[in-house]
């Protein structure tokens, strides 16, 4: 998802669908002075970043010093619903999640780990969601989210060929046992109350991530962080 440095930048720029480029702000280099100007002439969205920002977004390498341009490809920020489930991909949804920072940590996670976007069905307030977009470190910047019912989103997957997978501890598969590439909707429950059993009965197949503790739940985003990881690994080269 992330080209790093003017090289990579140029030959994605030559071969790739760049989707976004964060380029370090008052840069004085014409490499990226010349990638900026190519990708505006290309209608490609052009973010400026501190040096801190591109330091920490940067895949990490040997150098001490940030990249001047980072590169977004093989996902656009701005895709609609419609465009995200015709593009096809891993998708997660969020079913009745209320905490903001709980779901501002499922939506970077979902970022960092590759997903094609988030959908969050939950009872948000305005200055709850806007929590949780700084909860996930504006990662909302590098990935659609969008905010819609979970049944109607469920039904408008199964039309799209997606598999809907559920997060729950009824399952009886584990992550490493389940088939996590292709088209696939990952589904994960609510802190209290689950998953709802309308789209729990909509799913092909449902998960459980072990557990071997007293305290009888993970939080959150823990489980999710399981199966993303996991859901990388097998959709990795």
Known sequence: MQRCGVEE???????????????????????????????TARGIPVREGSRSDLWRMARRTESEEPPGVLALVGRDPGASVERVLSTGGLVWLLAGARYPVNIGFTIRTAEVSGASAVFVDGELSHSERKAAIRASMKAHRFMPVHWVDGGALVESARQAGFRVIALEDCGDTEPWDA???????????GEHDGIPDSILGASDSVVRVPMAGF?????????MAVVAAEALRQRSP
């Open 179 to 189: 088939d996590l590439a292709g088209d696939v909707l990952l589904v994960v429950g």
């Open 215 to 223: 305290v009888p739940s993970y939080n959150l985003q823990a489980p």
């Open 9 to 39: 930048v140029a030959a994605a720029l030559d071969a790739e669908e760049v989707t976004l480029l964060l380029v370090l702000r008052d840069s004085e280099d014409d490499e990226v002075t010349r990638l900026r100007s190519l990708a």
